[in-house]
């Protein structure tokens, strides 16, 4: 038994550490190529929405400002998880690129002990079943085809957890979103007493972090009937949920970003959704017959919540009520359909070898994993970032004055300004930034000289401007040069 436990806390470690480089592959991989002249950035996923979260964490504090438009707006503490990691990293003397990309891998590699943790309660005298539920919750992923000449994945949509890496992904705030939504049930099962004030803690914390889910977590355990537990936990849920919708109702910026989401149109049928499960599809519809509709269980909640989310998934309910359909969707909750999975995987190993069913499974998956790695890539002039155009924003950042940044349009570093100077950038991302067609219209006829001196003078004052980064001083006579190298030039306001 001890030489069981030793291999199986082996392969544990040899799974989450695997998974856990392999999700920050891309990083690694493009940091040992980094060349000397350049700085790099890290980009850990989709660019803008990386320098977004940059900006909060190089900020350092639990109320963020808005980084990517002009107006006064009041902070928000939407993204305190962000700035609390921002501060710890400034303490430990870390670059914020390093911040982030350090607190992803240790969270991703928390996430994976805790999705162990979760086997080890669900399977407490099978160290197979937890094995395969744990290679199950770390790597299950669609099917791979071909798509136009290069590889994909079957039934892929924006926000779907069914790609392993995905459900790692390159967010350090959404990972911990996981980790608190599977505390929420972990710990509402747990016959401890003294972890009642943790499930409060982290119950308000998950629901802050994630309404929408909380919603389908409570749902899920009110099955258990333990309305001496429940209630408490659902009205600090309720709580947390309309603290945070009233933050986003307070803020324009995040009504739009809101709003914008809802616009987006996800289409998939039940027979698409379920093609996306990949392997684990057919493990699925065969483990159903071992749900229990009377038990109370961990295993039931989690079961549950999965399903409760596909369901929802695909009901029109979500715009009927102003949530996106995707939101429905989460990590936390594809778990419970893995688990479902490993039931089915365990019938079938009553007829076949267990030993072939796992190498068919990683003959499936395997190139699935290789397929997410390869589709990581970042724009190369901002993930490598040329020196000079460092050295141009250490200047703006060494400037007291705390005006907002205009960027020449031919240059793609608005985007980058607040991470690396702390000071607003007058555009750099679409959904953060208010009024983003006028101000990209007004910022094209300010650099092409289609306004003159006093026009443009007024434009600047209007939106709290007071420096330009450019390829070259524009033509106006109130510009004076404060910063010269490299065809990278910062003018500032006489």
């Keep these: 038994m001890l030489l069981m436990s030793k291999f199986e806390r082996f392969v544990v470690i040899i799974c989450i550490g695997s998974i856990t480089i392999v999700n920050s592959l891309h ?121 136009h000449g290069s590889f994909g994945l079957m039934g892929d949509v924006w926000f779907s957890p069914t790609p392993a890496l995905n459900r790692l992904g390159g967010v350090p705030h959404q990972v911990f979103q996981t980790i608190l939504l599977m505390m929420v049930i972990l710990l509402f099962h747990s016959t401890h007493r003294s972890k009642l004030v943790l499930l409060c803690v982290v119950t308000f914390l998950a629901s802050i972090a994630n309404p929408v889910q909380m919603i389908l977590v409570i749902a899920a355990l009110a099955w258990t009937k333990n309305w001496q537990t429940l209630v408490p936990t659902a009205i600090i849920a309720a709580t947390g949920a309309i603290l945070a919708n009233r933050e986003f109702s307070l803020q324009p910026i995040l009504s739009v970003a809101k709003q914008w989401e809802l616009a987006q149109y996800v289409s998939i049928n039940p027979w698409e959704l379920f093609v996306s499960f990949g392997p684990v599809g057919l493990l699925c519809l065969i483990g159903l017959v071992t749900i229990r509709r009377k038990q109370a269980s961990l295993k039931t909640s989690f079961v549950l919540y999965g399903i409760l989310s596909l369901i929802l998934f695909l009901l029109p309910i979500g715009h009927l009520v102003g949530i996106s359909p995707v939101r429905w969707l989460h990590p936390a909750a594809y778990a419970g359909i893995l688990i479902i999975a490993v039931d089915g995987f365990f019938l079938v190993g009553k007829k076949v070898p267990v030993g072939i069913l796992i190498a068919l499974y990683l003959m499936l998956t395997i190139p699935s994993l290789w397929v997410q790695t390869t589709s990581r890539t970042s724009p190369e002039n901002l993930n490598h970032l040329p020196l000079s155009v460092a050295r141009a924003l250490a200047f703006l ?55 003159d001196d006093h026009s443009a003078l007024q434009f600047l004052k209007d939106h709290d401007i007071g420096y330009i980064f450019s390829m070259q001083i524009p033509r106006y006579s109130f510009l004076k040069t404060v910063y010269s190298q490299h065809n990278i030039i910062i003018a500032a306001v006489q």
Aim: with cysteine; charged share 15%; glycine share 6%.
């Design 27 to 147: 990083v690694l991989t493009e940091y040992l190529a980094n060349p000397p002249d350049r700085l790099f950035t890290a980009i850990a996923h989709y660019w803008t929405d990386y320098f977004l979260y940059i900006s909060q964490m190089a900020q350092g504090s639990l109320l963020s400002r808005h980084m990517f438009t002009n107006e006064p707006l009041p902070p928000t503490w939407i993204y305190w998880f962000n700035g609390l990691i921002g501060a710890l990293g400034t303490r430990g003397g870390l670059s914020v690129f390093a911040t982030y990309n350090i607190s992803l891998i240790g969270l991703v590699a928390l996430l994976g002990f805790c999705w162990y943790r979760l086997c080890l309660k669900l399977y407490p005298s099978s160290p197979m079943r937890r094995l395969v539920c744990l290679l199950f919750l770390l790597t299950a992923s669609n099917f791979f085809t071909l798509f």
């Design 397 to 451: 950042k060494s400037q007291k004055e705390d005006f907002v940044v205009i960027t020449d349009p031919q240059l793609p570093y608005d985007v980058i300004v607040p991470a690396l100077t702390k000071k607003r950038s007058f555009t750099g991302h679409p959904i953060h930034t208010l009024y983003p067609d006028v101000k990209e219209r007004l910022r094209n006829e300010f650099f092409w000289g289609q306004m």
